[in-house]
């Protein structure tokens, strides 16, 4: 789930250069990728699933579910942040056209370091799972022959257009058309509204539209949202960082949570009262 910007020297020259690094993100990213490796860790290796419900108050720093939407408000601002700040839709062009090969390429590899695992024997979740009596993803997964061609189609094509729980090569890749989709429409709705007066009226039905259909996308809107609100100036004007940081930390967690309440349902359940259970 990495990001396009680290906002700074790496900031795409089209879009010019970004003085400032976004601080707050970098908290919110860390966690999220904590979040997200407990919550495949402890309900599936760690903690015996009857004593999952009892602990639940206990598991919400490793709430997987919302972690995902995070990432996926952090895929949204990351997008937006750059035009919000000059409003100049040449660079989103550029941008568009490099989304793909920037999520392809670490997803090919983690694609074809498992198909090494796999043909080699080395992936042993799957049986670890099954001996501590888990019946959720590690034990159910990886039954089908991998291939390196069927490998390449899957990295390539499939985990963007055609996910299939069943044959895939990472499951946590399920994200990844979600990103795709996420980045289009946060492109288009930019390109098309992003210098107009009633662009936030759009943000507004267009998140809640997806909201109501318990769409993950939401998240996406709350990103280019939450980027219109850091690059205003009343944000700009604050002069304490710390009042800065806690402002945007504030907003960037309840859009997250807003959306994850909106659209889990479709997605991973949280782990709390769930641990094992699919979309």
Known sequence: MRQLYAFGARTSPSMGAIPERVHFLDGMRGWAALAVVLYHL????LIPPHYLKSIGWLMLPMDGALAVYVFFVVSGFSLSIGFVRRRERSGLFSLAIRRYPRLAIPVLAATLITLVMLLTGANRAPNAAALLGRTNWPASAFRFEPGLIDALKFGLFDVFFHYRWDHSYNPVLWTMS??????????ALLIVMGTS??????YGLGWLA?????????????????????????????RKPATAWLIS??????????????????TVLPCAPYAGQRW
């Open 210 to 238: 997806l909201a109501h259909f318990d769409s993950p996308l939401s998240s996406f809107i709350a990103g280019t949202v939450l980027a219109e609100c850091h690059g205003s100036i009343w944000i700009r004007v604050l």
């Open 178 to 187: 979600y990103e795709l989709i996420g980045s289009v429409m946060v492109f």
């Open 197 to 202: 007066r009633i662009r936030w009226a759009a």
């Open 249 to 266: 930390t504030t907003l960037f967690s309840s859009f997250s949570m807003l959306s994850a309440s909106s659209g889990r349902r479709t």
């Open 42 to 45: 402890a309900p599936t290796f």
